[in-house]
């Protein structure tokens, strides 16, 4: 599982040279505990008992993507939503929190070929329940899971609640053509709008299944992040589900290509050239844009198992 391979030519300089890796579907490692699911646990304890000062620490990749906290320090609440940016912003934001995880997976003796693992909720009982990794109390050696947060999410979804199909299915985004309209109705991806947190034009996907299991799996929110976190767009990275989600967003984006039928990313140079910038594992400042992360496996190194 997860074997390194050959990059074809054309590898990005941030991917390891030579490697790919392979995201897998959590269900399918090994419920609850195996040695990807343990080892991003133990990861995440390992980052948030860094200074939040850090770029490199779980709360600062956090509010990232958002956060009541002020000050606002350098790339806080900088996610794109509604809008066309939505899909390669988030990939890019995967891409280096994953490279930070992996870096302090190595730290606890994890998995080399460690990748972040994605959840497909559209998939039959167990895959419709939040993985189990994320429901127990105690990780195998008996201490405290930090991915285990029953006052954080719906009572429901942490009991082991099915998602419901409605909810969890991109059919209908799968089936539009356009990745960018004005009419979010007719778009996968969303309208052509300038980078913003917020541009008032969400794509089909990001409605569902993206919009609903961030509802369902957050439950109620509660003011300034007091409440459930997935609810929250500016709460939710703290939850620990909220990657995984979004690599199965991500996935859904190649899922949506590879139908053909006229399915293309934009061509648009003001979409392709624009760029966005992050923090790599050592904490230094990384851009990249949409042109740069159309091929995840040539550009990036990974691959979706």
Same mark, same amino acid.
């Given at each position: 599982?997860?074997?390194?391979?050959?990059?074809?030519?054309?590898?990005?300089?941030?991917?390891?040279a030579?490697?790919?890796?392979? &995201?897998?579907d959590?269900?399918? $490692?090994?419920?609850?505990?195996?040695?990807?699911?343990?080892?991003?646990?133990?990861?995440?304890?390992?980052?948030?008992?860094?200074?939040?000062?850090? +770029?490199t620490?779980?709360?600062? /990749?956090?509010?990232?993507?958002?956060?009541?906290? &002020?000050?606002?320090?350098?790339?806080?609440? /900088?996610?794109?939503?509604?809008?066309?940016?939505?899909?390669p912003?988030?990939?890019?934001? $995967?891409?280096?929190?994953?490279?930070?995880?992996?870096? =302090?997976v190595?730290?606890?003796?994890?998995?080399?070929d460690? =990748?972040?693992?994605?959840?497909?909720?559209?998939?039959?009982f167990?895959?419709?329940?939040?993985?189990?990794?994320?429901?127990? +109390?105690?990780?195998?050696?008996?201490?405290?899971?930090?991915?285990?947060?029953?006052?954080? &999410?719906?009572?429901?979804?942490?009991?082991?609640?099915?998602?419901?199909?409605?909810?969890?299915?991109?059919?209908?985004?799968?089936?539009?053509?356009?990745?960018?309209? =004005?009419?979010?109705?007719?778009?996968?991806?969303?309208?052509?709008?300038?980078?913003? /947190?917020?541009?008032?034009?969400?794509? =089909? @996907?990001?409605?569902?299944?993206?919009n609903n299991i961030?509802?369902?799996?957050?439950?109620?929110?509660?003011?300034?992040?007091?409440?459930?976190?997935?609810s929250?767009?500016?709460?939710?990275?703290?939850?620990?589900?909220?990657?995984?989600?979004?690599?199965?967003?991500?996935?859904?984006?190649?899922?949506?290509l590879?139908?053909?039928?006229? &399915?293309?990313?934009?061509?648009?140079?003001?979409?392709?050239?624009q760029?966005?910038?992050?923090?790599?594992?050592?904490?230094?400042?990384?851009? $990249?844009?949409?042109?740069?992360? @159309?091929?995840?496996?040539? /550009?990036?190194?990974?691959?979706?198992?």
């Amino acid at each position: 599982m997860g074997t390194a391979v050959e990059l074809p030519a054309g590898t990005s300089a941030g991917a390891t040279a030579g490697t790919t890796y392979a &995201r897998h579907d959590v269900w399918s $490692l090994g419920a609850p505990w195996n040695a990807y699911t343990e080892a991003y646990a133990r990861a995440v304890r390992v980052m948030q008992a860094r200074p939040s000062a850090d +770029p490199t620490s779980w709360y600062y /990749q956090a509010a990232m993507h958002g956060t009541f906290v &002020r000050p606002v320090q350098p790339l806080w609440n /900088q996610c794109q939503h509604q809008s066309w940016h939505f899909f390669p912003w988030h990939r890019m934001f $995967l891409y280096y929190f994953e490279r930070i995880v992996r870096a =302090a997976v190595l730290q606890v003796g994890g998995p080399a070929d460690w =990748a972040l693992p994605y959840w497909n909720y559209d998939r039959p009982f167990p895959s419709n329940t939040l993985p189990e990794s994320f429901r127990v +109390p105690t990780l195998p050696d008996g201490s405290a899971n930090p991915l285990y947060l029953p006052n954080r &999410r719906s009572a429901t979804i942490m009991a082991g609640f099915q998602l419901n199909p409605r909810i969890t299915s991109p059919a209908l985004a799968m089936a539009t053509t356009k990745f960018a309209d =004005a009419d979010f109705r007719n778009s996968f991806g969303g309208g052509p709008r300038p980078p913003a /947190q917020f541009a008032g034009n969400l794509g =089909a @996907l990001e409605k569902t299944p993206h919009n609903n299991i961030h509802n369902l799996v957050g439950g109620e929110a509660g003011s300034q992040c007091q409440g459930n976190w997935m609810s929250d767009v500016k709460c939710a990275g703290n939850d620990p589900i909220f990657w995984l989600h979004h690599a199965n967003i991500d996935r859904l984006w190649d899922v949506w290509l590879a139908q053909g039928g006229g &399915r293309t990313n934009p061509p648009d140079i003001a979409w392709r050239n624009q760029p966005f910038t992050f923090y790599d594992e050592t904490g230094a400042p990384a851009s $990249l844009t949409a042109a740069g992360v @159309l091929d995840a496996a040539s /550009q990036l190194g990974y691959v979706y198992a």
